[in-house]
């Protein structure tokens, strides 16, 4: 069994970019700049955008954090987007999902700019990723990809098994994993909460993604022997003998499952960095793009 450390991968595109930074700078180029809008206080979010404002200084970009009030109104929010949209000081900009109830997300999402969206949730990006033209690939499956393909797993003709259809991982995962190309190639069975059965579904995979949120919801008797199981989970669990109160876990009953898998991700340390990575990896993309424009 080989663990997929998405912590090493991470470290490993992050000194890539911060290399491409440094000739960027030595070229006296402007360096890539990514905002993050975050609407209220929620703790989780809160820390997300703290990582990615981290990961930004790290490699050398350029990053703002907006911080906005809880009782932002659309307008607002829309107003705020559209300044960032024009400021050309900016390469690309996301906002922390989820957002206060008073906002509808999609209209929020729809505003972004497609050029400077690389969180890659506008639906122009979206389209483009399902026609398999080149576009910003949401980070977490694409930081999943990664992780598949520096670890060189055999993808094609695979049976696939994604749990959970959100859009923006399971969905997108589902359509990169049955692309033409490679990691690709895969037959999808894509589930949700209304998939009957979903064990006799899981034991069929070679390869099982688990993008819902249950702790502990893929025990060992849902996987084949030597199958590939990615848990993209990220739960906060109470734990006192946590010095933060709690802790993070996965989907994945990794402790038994670990001993039939092939190739699996820890939580953490697998897709969560990972996912990091593969936004400052499109941001740096952002850049390029428009230095071309
Ligand atoms: P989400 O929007 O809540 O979607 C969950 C999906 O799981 C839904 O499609 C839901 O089905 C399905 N589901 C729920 N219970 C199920 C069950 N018992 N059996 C089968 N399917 C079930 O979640 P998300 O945003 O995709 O996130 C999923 C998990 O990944 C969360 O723990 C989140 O924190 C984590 N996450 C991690 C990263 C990372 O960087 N590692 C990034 C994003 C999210 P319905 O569609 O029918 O409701």
């Known amino acids: 069994m080989t663990i997929l450390d998405g912590k090493k991968v991470s470290d490993d595109i ?14 006296g180029e402007k360096v890539p700049h990514l905002a993050a809008v975050i609407v209220g206080d929620d703790g989780a979010s809160l820390t997300y955008v703290g990582s990615k404002v981290k990961a930004c200084e790290r490699v050398g970009f350029q990053s703002t954090m907006v911080r906005l009030p809880n009782t932002t109104s659309q307008f607002e929010l829309l107003d705020k987007i559209e ?3 024009t400021n050309d000081d900016i390469d690309g900009f996301i906002i922390q999902l989820p957002l206060p109830p008073q906002i509808d997300t999609q209209k929020v999402l729809m ?11 506008h639906p122009e990006n979206f389209g483009k990723m399902a026609l ?5 690939i949401p980070a977490t499956p694409f930081g999943i990809l990664e992780l598949l393909e520096r670890y060189n797993v055999d993808t094609k003709g695979k049976h696939t098994v994604v749990i959970g ?11 990169l994993m049955s692309r033409k190309g490679w990691p690709g190639n895969s037959t999808v069975t894509l589930t949700h909460s209304n998939t009957k059965n979903i064990a006799q579904i899981t034991t069929q995979a070679d390869i099982v993604i688990s993008a819902l949120g249950v702790p502990n919801f ?11 199981v990615i ?9 006192e003998t946590n010095p933060k109160g709690y802790a993070i876990v996965g989907d994945v009953d990794f402790e038994n499952v670990s001993k ?3 190739f699996i991700t820890p939580v953490p340390g697998g897709v969560g960095p990972m996912t990091i990575a593969m936004l400052l990896k499109n941001t740096l993309l952002a850049r390029e793009q428009r230095k071309g424009n």
């Open 231 to 239: 848990d993209v989970g990220i739960t906060r669990v109470p734990d």
């Open 260 to 262: 039939k898998a092939s």
């Open 14 to 27: 992050k000194n890539e970019i911060a290399a491409e930074v440094q000739k960027m700078k030595d070229n």
């Open 83 to 85: 300044e960032l949209n």
């Open 218 to 228: 893929l025990k060992a008797e849902m996987v084949r022997d030597d199958a590939v």
């Open 111 to 121: 505003a972004v700019d497609p050029s400077k969206d690389v969180d890659g949730f």
């Open 165 to 175: 259809r959100s859009h923006i991982v399971g969905r997108p995962m589902s359509i």
């Open 132 to 136: 398999d033209m080149s576009t910003f």
